[in-house]
């Protein structure tokens, strides 16, 4: 047993249901504080909501999160301190100094993980005070950025500065609750500090229906939870390093990889459900009211569940998984580097970070190049459906049931397989690992696409510039007629 483990609080208890349950203690407690979300926000509806005093408030929350951080990670809790009391000074000290204080704010939680991740990292993902701290590296970087927000001109602030803006720097126990706030704190979502804050003023507790939406959105994690169990049970990520699944025919090799893919994907998005149930239970979620005029609760949503289903593209999953951190990322990162004037570095410049922020494991950046080339190669073919195939065979395509038929199958199909391929890197994360499965099924992904790289540049090299000189040669003879036409006039009215 090590160090670690002895400091956890009733570790010999924990030990013996986690092996009567058959999964590791780490998952156990995990699963555990997320569903203690639930009854503390009974606990606070109930008592805590109607105290005038809203010190009570913070006090329940940054004692509810840190004892629950403890719970998971014992004495490493303290890692978590270090990082709230290094802001709250850092803005105390340099908030109107933007620039150093931004700096070094970012700088310093950045390095802090990527030590944390460099002592602590093995080849498997794990559930060690790193987890939580990278939840909290972003709140820290995001709630910075909001500080100095606050000290700018009204006019000089986006939409989205607006709503987050701090004119004033919250107390001390208000940025520990903010912190520590229960089913926030271990695996997201991240929210800014003015949406905290409104919620304790109370601004949230007129609106209804947040705990039958809350229930729905347990129920719906509850559900992932069990599928993702059951299919990895018969699809485990072990079993793709193993010779056995190596001579599984090519069809069914790059099918199961996909399969295996969803299942470990319901791994996140049933945690992300749970979480946001509780928040949702507790009152923090609401963003005003639906189209039907009926409170939506959805502010902190993680997962879009329909597009995640019924989507067909890498960037459906892009835009239905882990939504949450991808408008973090947006807001406080792809924005901010405005001034480069160049969305595609921008949005390299924020997959980076968004790999560095994972840790070292080349897995996650082989996941992040995989997205940006994907992504990129999909608005490839899509340009070239909609602006070559269609405009020459659209008549017939559309007319056809068949197609269509083979059309949805090819999405589907699609949309199956190239997420195992996708994310293969970021389960096996050690490269001695990813490249085992990329190898099992022959590279097929990197097959793709180069094979459509070298046809699209094909076909604009030769096809367009054809097509260019034609058009010029079209519009020269077309200024001729022209010309022709205005030379004639005199003549025709001397006639006259």
């Known amino acids: 047993m090590t160090e670690f483990e002895e400091d956890l609080p009733h570790n010999g208890l924990m030990d013996v249901i986690a092996s009567g349950v058959g999964v590791p203690v780490e998952a156990l407690r995990l699963l555990l504080t997320i569903l203690a979300g639930y009854p503390v926000a009974a606990f606070y509806q109930k008592f805590i909501a109607v105290i005038a005093d809203k010190t009570v408030h913070h006090m329940f929350f940054a004692g509810c999160g840190a004892g629950l951080c403890y719970f998971n990670y014992g004495r490493d809790t303290y890692h978590s301190l270090i990082a709230i009391l290094t802001t709250y000074f850092l803005v105390l000290l340099l908030r109107k100094k933007t620039q150093i204080f931004l700096a070094i704010n970012f700088i310093f939680h950045m390095s802090y993980l990527l030590l944390g991740y460099f002592y602590t990292s093995s080849n498997d993902y794990d559930i060690l005070w790193t987890m939580p701290h ?82 729905r959105r347990f129920g719906a994690g509850a559900f992932y939870l069990i599928v993702c169990q059951v299919g990895l049970i018969y699809l485990p990520d072990s079993y793709f390093l193993t010779p056995e699944f190596a001579q599984v025919s090519f069809v069914k090799r ?171 890197a970021f389960v096996f994360l050690k490269y001695e690992r990813w490249i085992v499965v990329y190898g099992a099924v022959s590279y097929y992904g990197f097959t793709f696409l180069v094979l459509w790289a070298a046809f699209y540049h094909t076909y604009n090299h030769f096809f367009r510039s054809s097509s260019r000189k034609l058009a010029g040669e079209d519009q020269k003879l077309q200024d001729n007629t022209d010309k022709l036409v205005e030379e004639k006039k005199p003549e025709d009215k001397k006639s006259e």
């Not at 706030?181 to 229906?209: C, I, M, N, T, W």
């Not at 470990?264 to 049933?270: A, M």
């Not at 963003?287 to 989507?311: F, I, Y």
């Not at 580097?337 to 840790?359: D, E, M, P, Q």
């Open 254 to 424: 790059i099918y199961f990889l996909g399969f295996w893919a969803k299942f470990s994907l319901y791994k996140y998005i049933s945690c992300w459900l749970l979480t946001e149930g509780a928040l949702i239970c507790i009152g923090l979620t609401y963003k005003g009211e639906d189209k039907n005029g009926q409170p939506d609760w959805s502010g902190c949503s993680n997962v879009k569940l329909k597009l995640l289903e019924t989507g067909n593209t890498m960037e459906h999953y892009v835009q239905s998984f882990n939504v949450n951190t991808n408008q973090w990322v947006g807001q406080y990162i792809y924005k901010r580097l405005k001034f480069l004037n160049n969305r595609t570095i921008s949005y390299g410049a924020a997959l980076g970070f968004l790999a560095v922020w994972h840790g070292y494991h080349s897995g996650y950046y082989m996941t992040f190049l995989m997205e940006y080339m994907v992504v990129s190669t999909e608005k490839q073919i899509t340009r070239f459906y909609t602006k070559v195939v269609l405009p020459q065979w659209g008549h017939i395509l559309n007319n056809s049931d068949i197609y269509k038929l083979l059309y949805f199958i090819t999405l589907k199909s699609y949309n199956v397989v190239y997420m195992g391929w996708c994310l293969t």
């Open 134 to 215: 990278c939840i909290l590296v972003l709140r820290m970087i995001g709630y910075g950025f909001d500080i100095t927000d606050g000290l700018k001109e009204e006019s000089e602030l986006s939409k989205d500065q607006k709503e987050t803006a701090l004119k004033e720097p919250p107390s001390l126990l208000e940025l520990l609750a903010f912190s520590y706030f229960p089913s926030g704190f271990l695996v997201g979502p991240q929210f800014p500090f003015r949406r905290y804050k409104a919620f304790v003023d109370g601004q949230f507790r007129q609106h209804e229906g947040n705990v039958e939406a809350g229930v």
